[in-house]
């Protein structure tokens, strides 16, 4: 097996014609992550939100998959993975999604706590991470303004109020509401992973100290971080925060877009991944 500079095998670069297939991945400890690859070119993993799952990427899947490898997994516990019965760590999930597929490096496409995982995962891993994308991301060490909208967002998290948290998710995350574009799909979505979430947030494990705020400055991949205008305000800080302070990022604001953005405007976030990954 032979590598490339993007880390892609004489395999991968071999299935430019091959169709989308859903493959099994073996967790860390136990378990299966549902993952799904096709295309063919230089590899990317998307990553999706807390309460989310793969279905995030479906509009654009295709036309990515026509220049890349691409990887889309569903998160420990939330689509169709199992759940969790154990402590588990969403970086070593992903480093383990990377391993199974023979991938030494790859790009990163993140949304969210996707994002955050991304960051997370090239500040303990830079060697393996080609490229950034970072959509309406959190970043760990992050400190949340105290506004009630997100006081009741975490409280619901906390006590596990799964009913709660779906319709706050939706009322605060997807903020354009359900005659936007993607609207339904984003329901059926946050409802079906309510109960699961509550289950993965508690055995996903957070090692102390494991801030990527701080460390920003220290990221050595080409960075691109978007969010969309319609999105949380405070996700406007974030991305701020990260054009700012890791070198070379590049930022952009989407218009008509809220946290949602591959529903809301999947033709502009596909043109502009395709144009910042390698």
């Not at 590598?3 to 880390?7: A, E, R």
């Not at 991470?129 to 991301?137: R, W």
């Given at each position: 097996m032979f590598?490339?500079?993007?880390?892609v095998t004489t395999d991968s670069r071999e299935r430019s014609d091959m169709p989308l297939r859903e493959v099994s991945v073996p967790a860390p400890g136990g378990g299966r992550l549902w993952a799904e690859r096709g295309g063919g070119g230089s590899p990317v993993v998307l990553l999706h939100g807390a309460g989310m799952d793969s279905r995030l990427w479906d509009a654009v899947v295709p036309e990515l998959a026509r220049h890349h490898d691409v990887i889309r997994y569903d998160a420990r516990g939330l689509g169709r993975s199992t759940p969790p019965g154990k402590p588990f760590s969403d970086v070593e999930d992903l480093r383990a999604v990377l391993d199974h597929f023979g991938l030494r490096r790859a790009a990163l496409v993140g949304l969210s706590m996707g994002g955050e995982t991304a960051l997370d995962f090239v500040l303990a891993h830079p060697e393996r991470?080609?490229?950034?994308?970072?959509?309406?991301?959190s970043v760990s060490g992050h400190v949340w303004p105290q506004r009630p909208e997100l006081a009741a967002y975490d409280t619901a998290r906390r006590e596990r109020e799964t009913a709660t948290l779906a319709e706050l998710e939706l009322t605060i995350w997807a903020a354009m509401g359900r005659t936007a574009p993607g609207g339904e799909l984003i329901e059926a979505m946050v409802a079906s992973n309510a109960e699961r979430r509550a289950v993965s947030e508690r055995h996903c494990v957070v090692p102390p100290g494991?801030?990527?705020e701080p460390h920003l400055g220290d990221i050595a991949a080409p960075t691109l971080v978007i969010h969309g205008d319609q999105d949380h305000p405070e996700i406007a800080v974030i991305a701020g925060r990260l054009v700012t302070d890791i070198p070379g990022a590049r930022g952009?604001?989407?218009p008509d877009a809220d946290h949602y953005l591959p529903f809301r405007t999947p033709e502009r976030l596909t043109k502009l991944l395709l144009s910042h990954l390698p």
């Open positions: 590598w490339n500079d993007h880390g991470v080609t490229a950034l994308a970072l959509i309406g991301a494991r801030d990527a952009e604001t989407i």
